[in-house]
């Protein structure tokens, strides 16, 4: 069984563009969260949808979107980048996304904003 | 809010040597406990998690993990260290809203 894959793994962007990110859950999961690990602020959560739904959201202004297509897949894009936002980005999936539901991460996408 | 707190940003131990990374929670009801590890440059790996099942939650890798609702804890031991075993650790607890809420984790290092 294929695990999460995160596209691309790694990513250098300049101050001011934007970057989309990708993610494909494991096959049959239909919760998709999004994650941002950074050394200063650690694993901090920004997102998670479930049937294409977003049901949460976490406190990232809103240049930080996403969303989630009819096969699961989910993207998330960040506009107008700043210096700040250089962080690994993780994927998780799992079937419920209720709390006691295994999370399955991806190997995360670094951003580097520079 | 629920909260997680791992005490001791580094631990240190020799080969062979006991493992204990420390959790502790904060949550009004029963909470879905678990714990990752995390390698260099890699994504999260669930070693274990609780679900009220049983308090004593065996994982994978020889790691376990003990559930006391009266101390708020659910510490991480493995009897005897690896160096395959030196990684990053969180704690994390499974929230109401669809969320994990995670320590700010244990850096292990296994000396020789």
């Known amino acids: 069984k294929a695990g999460v894959t995160q596209t691309p793994r790694y990513l250098i962007k300049t101050r001011g563009q934007q970057v989309t990110l990708s993610c494909s859950p494991i096959?049959?999961?239909?919760?998709v969260s999004w994650y941002q690990q950074t050394p200063g602020q650690g694993l901090q959560f920004l997102f998670e949808y479930f049937s294409e739904t977003q049901r949460n959201k976490g406190n990232f202004p809103g240049r930080f979107s996403g969303r989630q297509f009819s096969n699961s897949r989910s993207e998330m894009n960040v506009s107008t980048l700043e210096l700040g936002d250089s962080a690994l980005y993780l994927c998780?999936?799992?079937?419920?996304?209720?709390?006691?539901?295994?999370?399955?991460f991806g190997q995360g996408t670094r951003l580097t904003v520079v | 809010a629920q909260s997680v707190t791992q005490l001791g940003s580094h631990v240190s131990v020799s080969e062979g040597a006991l493992v204990l990374l420390r959790c502790n929670y904060s949550s009004s009801v029963p909470p879905y406990l678990f714990w990752y590890v995390q390698y260099p440059n890699q994504g999260l790996q669930l070693l274990l998690k609780?679900?009220?099942?049983?308090?004593l939650v065996k994982g994978i890798n020889g790691f376990e993990a003990e559930f006391k609702k009266s101390e708020t804890s659910f510490h991480l031991t493995k009897p005897s260290a690896h160096m395959s075993d030196a990684a990053e650790y969180f704690c994390a607890v499974g929230d109401s809203s669809y969320k994990l809420i995670f320590g700010s984790g244990t850096r292990l290092l296994v000396r020789p």
């Open positions: 096959s049959g999961h239909r919760s």
């Open positions: 609780y679900t009220s099942a049983a308090t």
């Open positions: 998780a999936s799992s079937t419920s996304g209720r709390g006691e539901s295994e999370a399955f």
